[in-house]
């Protein structure tokens, strides 16, 4: 079983940065791809980014050039960098993770979850 914790989320304004970290409890941290996904009030859980074990990155269109996902396998923690942040940002996002992945884009594909993490942007 892999416990994931997310961290970094708060308020910040339009056009701020935050860093969102993720600490996984698994020895094994290395072998999983790692995913960000994002979810606001009266939406559907969206994906983010995910990055896998060999360091291939993929991002959605709305935040590709703003953030940044990254991992660092000594110390069990994904991170994700958030920079120009909208207001059409904010969500609650959640970090997951999954040993083999089809489509690494799809929430569904992911079988550990975090409790998630609230970023907000105030305009």
């Known amino acids: 079983q892999v416990q994931l914790v997310e961290s970094g989320g708060g308020l910040v304004q339009a056009g701020g940065s935050l860093r969102l970290s993720c600490a996984a409890s698994?020895?094994?941290?290395?072998?999983?791809?790692m995913g960000w996904f994002r979810q606001a009030p009266g939406k559907e859980r969206e994906f983010v980014a995910a990055?896998?074990?060999?360091?291939?990155?993929t991002y959605a269109d709305s935040v590709k050039g703003r953030f940044a996902i990254s991992r660092d396998n000594a110390k069990n923690t994904v991170y994700l960098q958030m920079s120009s942040l909208k207001p059409e940002d904010t969500a609650g996002y959640y970090c997951?993770?999954?040993?083999?992945?089809?489509?690494?884009?799809?929430?569904?594909?992911?079988?550990?979850w975090g409790q998630g993490t609230q970023v907000t942007v105030s305009s």
């Open positions: 990055i896998t074990r060999s360091g291939y990155r």
């Open positions: 698994e020895r094994t941290f290395s072998s999983y791809t």
């Open positions: 997951a993770a999954v040993l083999t992945s089809s489509n690494v884009r799809r929430d569904n594909e992911y079988d550990y």
